[in-house]
């Protein structure tokens, strides 16, 4: 066949009769470049015809193939190894050359070659093969795969292949680690990564550049991709792509959402992704792409071209009559105003030259772990939801928080098709969590019978005047706002002859956060119930807090202290006088501590509350009241905050700390009110 019966004059006219002929011809050529045995005659062969042909123009016209030079590194330092220039072939049904892939391979310059060394690397929509060929003469990776979808050009990404690892007489070329491309780079007909996929292969490098406008014919995408289609539609998955059914797909970024979140699946934790990405959507949006699927992400290098003019961008201006949004492009490459896609479209008509801003991103998962598992759960039948996911935040800490309750979530969803039943006290996990918290963080010797959950800290505060109903209440101001009206409107302080007492008549007076001001009316009034929080200022040390329960014990008050204001999840928690108090003194059996977890920067709204108390009587009462009066704290709740509580523990070695043995309490108020 060619190259082999035929002479180089005899091979041109092969290839002069169509594209189809001139890929048939090169198709014999590489079963010959395949064959140990032929391959240094068919090389030599390949020699021969550049040197015929030369690398004009006119040769892709006439012969449907075209032989050039790429030069690299025209500013390579003193002792640089590296060939300075690659030598190529194209033939009219794959992706030419051009200043997209030329901006591209700047961009991953604009990397350290160590970024590369001895790594497994991937290139998505590799055309002629040229960039991966470059990598790999460059960087020295361990093996650079090159993938595309259209099967002619792995054909002739392969021969650019040996034309590149033999020398024109067919030796094979080594490089410093004498090793050959060969040995470095291959070539796959491939839909994305889903070569990479089907064979179990982990990357640690990710760079592509693929299309990302609409088919402006969007039926023509659904034809099936075979090496015998007709040269057009193959080039024209160089420069269009289908919709892929991601949000992205109105700026025409669909298949790029699809490789990034294909990438996370095959990546490992610490790998890198690089993205050729046209700036016609807006920087924004493109960079958006990347951060809301949890990526770090780097602008590496950034220009202008010419709108290629055979790309039609019709499709941009459809997506601009039926929404907001509009795309970016300029009046030349000297144009500094953006013009949006139907201005474009009309300059270009009228034989304007317009531009658009070409941009080459580097990425990195913050959280590589957690997001592949975030991403594998919705794969399988959660794909609109990821649609509305956002895992960018400007602030670090948040991202520590949501990123790992996510994957934890999705951990729990994939392993269970419901949530357990959990007792109305709460999860013995989420109890067990808090208890270890306040045991390792503050060395209160609790365990999770001493803590019962809420939905809330209003819904504690309501439960426990409800179990207690009592005549009158006094309850801080800050925390009444949750409270039923006519509690906070009734008058009836003192019991009058008569009056029912199974009617639920709570009279709460409101009093100042303020310690001394409390103790006064507590004093005064009498209340059988008190619940209050403290100033910060009064946090800080256990004197006012001491003051309160000798107050209350006296008196006989049920005293509920709300500490939520000064409760911290962190790993570095700020002094706080009540469970420094408790650290070295046993929760008397008229007190119990309210906790709200009202920090939250994530969900502001998903707020759990837990009270603490060491009288098992109360502990069993205050849950009842959790299923009686408002139902069980939704798992999803306790889940988020047990995530956060699992952080600060897990880390830690168990029964580290000795239990330090506590004070007992004082003598038991007699006065106590109790509950049906």
Known sequence: MAGSALSVEEFLKECQKSGDAAYGAFRSLLERLEDPNTRTAARIFLSDLYKSVGDSDQCLEQYHFQIQDIYLDQYQGVGSQGRKKLTMMVIPSIFMPENWSFTFYEGLNRHPDSIFKDKTVAELGCGNGWISIALAEKCLPSKVYGLDINPRAVKVSWINLYLNALDEKGQVIYDAEKKTLLDRVEFYESDLLSYIRDHNIELERIVGCIPQILNPNPDAMSKMITENASEEFLHSLSNYCALQGFVEDQFGLGLIARAVEEGITVIKPMGIMIFNMGGRPGQAVCKRLFERRGFHVNKLWQTKIIQAADTDISALVEIEKNSP????????????????????????????????????????????????????????????????????????????????????????????????????????????????????????????????????????????????????????????????????????????????????????????????????????????????????????????????????????????????????????????????????????????????????????????????????????????????????????????????????????????????????????????????
């Open 325 to 676: 949004h509009r795309f970016e492009f300029f009046m030349g490459l000297t144009g500094d105003q953006p013009i949006c896609a139907r201005t474009a479209w009309a300059y270009g008509q009228a034989g304007g030259r317009i531009a658009h801003a070409l941009s080459v991103y580097s990425c990195q998962l913050r959280q590589p772990n957690q997001v592949k598992k975030i991403f594998e759960f919705l794969k399988n039948g959660f794909h609109d939801v990821s649609s509305s996911l956002d895992l960018f935040f400007e602030d670090d800490s948040v991202a520590d928080e949501k990123i790992p309750f996510l994957a934890s979530f999705a951990d729990q969803l994939k392993e269970n098709s419901c949530f357990p039943y959990e007792p109305p006290a709460g999860s013995i996990y989420f109890r067990n969590l808090i208890a270890s918290f306040l045991k390792t963080y503050h060395h209160i010797p609790l365990n999770s019978d001493n803590v019962v959950v809420f939905p809330s800290r209003a819904v504690a505060i309501e439960n426990a005047l409800h179990l207690f109903s009592p005549r009158l209440a006094i309850v801080d101001e800050h925390l009444t706002q949750h409270l039923p009206r006519k509690w906070l409107t009734s008058l009836a302080i003192k019991s009058a002859e008569g009056d029912d007492p199974s009617k639920d008549v709570i009279t709460v007076i409101e009093a100042p956060r303020q310690s001394d001001l409390m103790v006064e009316l507590i004093k005064k009034l009498k209340p059988q119930v008190v619940i209050t929080g403290m100033a910060h200022y009064e946090a800080v040390t256990s004197s006012a807090f001491a003051h309160l329960l000798e107050v209350t014990r006296e008196i006989g008050s049920r005293l509920f202290l709300d500490i939520s204001d000064h409760f911290e999840l962190s790993s570095l928690p700020s002094s706080n006088g009540v469970l420094k108090y408790l650290a070295g003194t046993s929760l008397p059996s008229h007190a119990a501590i309210v906790c709200g977890l009202v920090k939250n920067q994530v969900y502001a709204d998903l707020e759990v509350a837990f009270v603490i108390s060491e009288e098992e009587t109360i502990l069993k009462a205050l849950s009842k009241t959790v299923e009686v009066l408002e139902g069980n704290t939704t798992p999803i709740r306790q889940h988020y905050y047990g995530c956060l509580f699992h952080e600060l523990l897990a880390f830690q070695l168990a029964n580290r700390h000795p239990v330090v043995k506590r004070e007992s309490e004082k003598a038991k108020s007699d006065k106590l009110i109790g509950f049906l």
